[in-house]
T-cell receptor
């Protein structure tokens, strides 16, 4: 798995977009970028993944830079229920994922 | 609904006792995984299984054992040799090892020492 670097914590106002950055400069050409989130005392929830193209689903958008060394997860209209720890992982999910410390997102009213 | 079921949600272990955590999936996934999470930390891999009757050690396998007799089930035993077992244990599955499809997680078992 690629080593990833994320800010320890971030705040976001309710209703605004939350933009969570991730650096993965050592990612190899066939490794994907995965995003999960974990609400306290629950299992991680899969959000989205991508290889090199930007991706969007019902939960979020994933923007990957052209050199693939960094990405941004975008929650377009954050709600209080989006308060969680967000993990960025570089690898292949069918292999053993390495979860680091993640970013603690606090959505405030 | 398809998913991963872990039980029990909370478990207490006495000194010198072995305990077994259950993990069942009905997603028809070949690969299954066990992770350990300590407070404020990320996840660490204990064991994984690519297929029935096969399993491999992860980064922190000492003091743990697993079996994979059925595709749907991957129980984890925390043995008395694991001296610091208090943690949150998470089970996951994916279509197969090496595939790009995401792992899906259960809701975890919280193990504490009496």
């Amino acid at each position: 798995d690629a080593k990833t670097t994320q800010p320890t914590s971030m705040d976001c106002a309710e209703g605004r977009a939350a933009n969570l950055p991730c650096n993965h400069s050592t990612i190899s050409g066939n490794e994907y970028v995965y995003w999960y989130r974990q609400i306290h005392s629950q299992g991680p929830q899969y959000i989205i993944h991508g290889l090199k193209n930007n991706e969007t689903n019902e939960m979020a958008s994933l923007i990957i830079t052209e050199d693939r060394k960094s990405s941004t997860l975008i929650l377009p209209h954050a709600t209080l229920r989006d308060t969680a720890v967000y993990y960025c992982i570089g690898g292949n999910a069918g292999n053993m994922l390495t979860f680091g410390g993640g970013t603690r997102l606090m959505v405030k009213p | 609904d398809g998913g991963i079921t872990q039980s029990p949600k909370y478990l207490f272990r006495k000194e010198g006792q072995n305990v077994t955590l259950s993990c069942e999936q009905n997603l028809n996934h070949d690969a299954m995984y066990w992770y350990r999470q300590d407070p404020g930390q990320g996840l660490r891999l204990i064991y994984y299984s690519q297929i029935v009757n096969d399993f491999q050690k992860g980064d922190i396998a000492e003091g743990y054992s697993v079996s994979r007799e059925k595709k749907e089930s991957f129980p984890l035993t925390v043995t008395s040799a694991q001296k610091n077992p208090t943690a949150f244990y998470l089970c996951a599955s994916s279509i197969m090892v090496g595939d790009r499809q995401p792992q899906h997680f259960g809701d975890g078992t919280r193990l504490s020492i009496l």
